[in-house]
């Protein structure tokens, strides 16, 4: 019987999405990405050796497992190739098992200047994007005026709409924010060129996973980022561009939401952030910086240091809520090894009131602390367990208690950065 399983963020990201994926290939057919862009990255250390993906799905480090690029992803070539390449030189096949739809919108060089110059004009009220164009292609999209990945392979459809998109977008790079206007044949030929190049992979990704699925193939729904950036649900505006949450696996894909059998929900057992934007229990004296140090909080894709906090257990329940969460995976559980007391936020005091809801927007957060509920750590490592029953009585009453607040059960705990470092309670795919 077909099982298919969405993995994603609870957090804002960050939290270890494609270590949890990469092992989960292991017993799928197919991974597909479904939403976001190359703003993402997914860290995958095996064997010692760390790979970080941006584009490609996690599943390209198993062989023998087929990977998608869905509608809902933004696509910028010249960082796909980049990718491919590096892979490539890894000895890894990319081109003859990775297919990307020809309805996911392009990044073009317009959106990515257009991203950096309003971040520049915003200053200090900047939302703090990676600059890569991501916002802009997906407002070209939703204005329906955007490039999409199987218009590169139509030279004349191709020129006739990016006549007009250039166009529009040159008058505000030109007349708006005082820049030089690009030019229309350079960036024509360039995305001919690109077109080219990445021919082999254009596919209708729709059809490819409804094929697998009457063949009865199980298949891996991957995200990016992390829920509480969702453009609807997280916290507007320090959001991301796209839908997060598990519905844009669907929109993001093609595939129905009664073909997804199972939600794994990823959380850190603390809670990190990486550019502006609410988070209630960031710590900035030593216990901030020992999460920094021990966790290794660096992004990814930009290289920002990420800001670091108590697990936010208030926040947590809302994203387990709005994706429908299965089963959660805590990882790095050993981080919290050298940690005496380990606080939990279970609710937020706003002035003389208690609240145990999320707030809806940014706005709302802005005098918001944290009420915290204190644990004793366990003082010991937990690093490479691999057991459930092999961990400290303290390490296992936080799990309960993740479990208790949310309602959710724990699934998966990741115990170290390694492939095989994990406790699996119940895999998706069983």
């Not at 957090?11 to 494609?18: A, V």
């Not at 809902?72 to 980049?82: F, N, S, T």
């Not at 929109?251 to 550019?275: F, S, W």
């Not at 057991?387 to 009453?397: R, T």
Request: a negative charge; one cysteine or more.
């Amino acid at each position: 019987m077909k099982k298919n399983a969405v993995v994603l963020g609870t957090q804002w990201g960050d939290e270890g999405k494609g270590k949890i994926v990469d092992l989960l290939t292991d017993k799928a057919d197919a991974v597909v990405r479904f939403q976001g862009g190359h703003n993402a990255g997914h860290t995958l250390i095996i064997n010692g050796h760390k790979t970080v993906l941006h584009l490609v799905p996690s599943g390209i480090l198993r062989e023998g497992v087929d990977c998608y690029i869905g509608n809902g992803v933004v696509v910028e070539p010249q960082a796909l190739l980049k990718e491919i390449k590096q892979l490539e030189e890894a000895n890894v096949d990319v081109k003859s098992r990775l297919k990307i739809s020809s309805a996911a919108p392009i990044i073009m060089p317009y959106h990515i200047l257009l991203d950096q110059l309003r971040e520049k004009a915003k200053g200090g009220k900047a939302i703090g994007t990676t600059g890569r164009g991501i916002g802009p292609a997906y407002e070209d999209k939703v204005a329906r005026r955007g490039i999409r990945f199987g218009d590169l392979f139509s030279p004349q459809r191709l020129k006739e709409k990016l006549s007009e998109t250039l166009s529009y977008h040159n008058f505000v790079i030109e007349h708006y924010f005082k820049q030089q206007p690009l030019d229309f044949d350079s960036v024509y030929q360039q995305a001919l060129a690109y077109g080219e190049e990445l021919k082999q992979m254009n596919a209708d990704v729709t059809a490819e996973l409804h094929k697998l699925q009457q063949q009865g193939k199980s298949i891996l729904l991957e995200g990016a980022q992390g829920s509480l950036l969702d453009i609807d649900h997280g916290t507007y505006p320090f959001v991301t561009s796209s839908n997060t949450t598990a519905g844009a696996a669907s929109t993001g894909t093609g595939l129905g939401v009664t073909d997804i059998n199972y939600v794994l929900g990823i959380t850190k057992a603390y809670t990190t952030r990486v550019g502006s934007g609410p988070f209630p229990t960031e710590l900035f004296d030593d216990d901030g910086k020992m999460l920094a140090k021990n966790g290794v909080e660096f992004g990814a894709t930009t290289g920002r240091p990420r800001r670091c906090g108590w697990l936010d257990l208030v926040a947590l329940k809302r994203a387990i809520q709005i994706n429908g969460v299965t089963g959660i995976c805590v990882t790095k559980l050993d981080v919290l090894d050298t940690f005496e007391k380990i606080k939990l936020c279970t609710a937020y005091q706003v002035a003389e009131q208690e609240l145990s809801e999320f707030p809806a927007s940014a706005e709302a957060w802005e005098n918001i602390q944290p009420i915290y509920e204190s644990m004793d750590g366990w003082m010991s490592k937990t690093q490479g367990m691999t057991e459930i029953n092999d961990l400290p009585a303290q390490a296992l009453a936080l799990i309960d208690k993740i479990e208790s607040y949310t309602g959710s059960p724990v699934h998966m705990i990741s115990t170290g950065p390694d492939r095989n470092e994990n406790i699996i309670i119940h895999n998706p795919f069983e």
